[in-house]
C-alpha cells in the first residue's frame, strides 16, 4: 500500500499559517478545527510544521526562563520560534510501511505529503493506523470468504 490509497481516504483540508503568525492564533486554529499540526509557508515553500508538541515544548521554555528573570510575554511568540524547522515529509508514492518506519524513527506524529514541491496534505499516524486497519480487515474477509468456499474432498 503507497501514501496516496491513504490520501483517497483522508479530508484534504490543509491548515497553514506563516511563520510570523502569533502562536496563540495557530493553536486556535488547530483547536476549532481539531486538528494536531499546522503546515508553516513562506509563499509556496514548506519551512517547518507545528504540533502540540512544538506548543508545549516553547511554553515550557518560556515558562522556565520566567524562573530566572524576565522574559517577553507568551502572547508575543510567533509560529516561526515554536515550529519544527526541516520536518521529515513523504510523497505519494512511499510505500506504507516505508512511512510507518520514518514515523517511528524521527518520533513523528505528523508528516507533510509532497508532490514535488507542493504540499499535498498533512498524514498523521492515525490516518496509517486507519488505513492498514481498513487493508487488514479486508484481507480477513477475503480469506475467510476463500476459507469458507474451499471445496470439500
Known amino acids: 500500500m503507497e501514501v496516496k490509497e491513504v490520501l483517497?481516504?483522508?479530508d484534504s483540508a490543509l491548515f497553514t499559517a506563516?511563520?510570523?503568525t502569533l502562536l496563540s492564533e495557530a493553536v486556535i486554529m488547530m483547536a476549532e478545527n481539531d486538528i494536531g499540526?499546522?503546515?508553516v509557508m513562506e509563499g509556496d515553500k514548506l519551512v517547518g510544521i507545528l504540533t502540540f508538541r512544538e506548543v508545549l515544548k516553547v511554553l515550557a521554555k518560556r515558562q522556565t526562563e520566567r524562573r530566572v528573570g524576565p522574559t517577553p510575554p507568551i502572547a508575543e511568540i510567533l509560529v516561526g520560534e515554536a515550529m519544527l524547522t526541516d520536518p521529515?515529509?513523504?510523497n505519494p508514492t512511499m510505500d506504507l510501511d516505508e512511512l510507518r518506519r520514518?514515523?517511528?524513527s524521527t518520533r513523528?506524529?505528523?508528516v507533510p505529503v509532497l508532490d514535488g514541491d507542493t504540499?499535498?496534505?498533512v498524514v498523521s499516524f492515525h490516518d496509517v493506523a486507519k488505513a492498514v486497519l481498513e487493508e487488514r480487515n479486508f484481507e480477513n474477509k477475503l480469506l475467510k470468504?476463500?476459507?469458507k468456499d474451499w471445496p470439500s474432498e
Open 18 to 20: 506563516h511563520p510570523s
Open 119 to 121: 504540499v499535498v496534505c
Open 108 to 110: 513523528t506524529r505528523y
Open 145 to 147: 470468504a476463500y476459507i
Open 88 to 90: 521529515p515529509t513523504t
Open 102 to 104: 520514518l514515523m517511528v
Open 8 to 10: 483517497k481516504v483522508k
Open 37 to 39: 499540526s499546522v503546515v
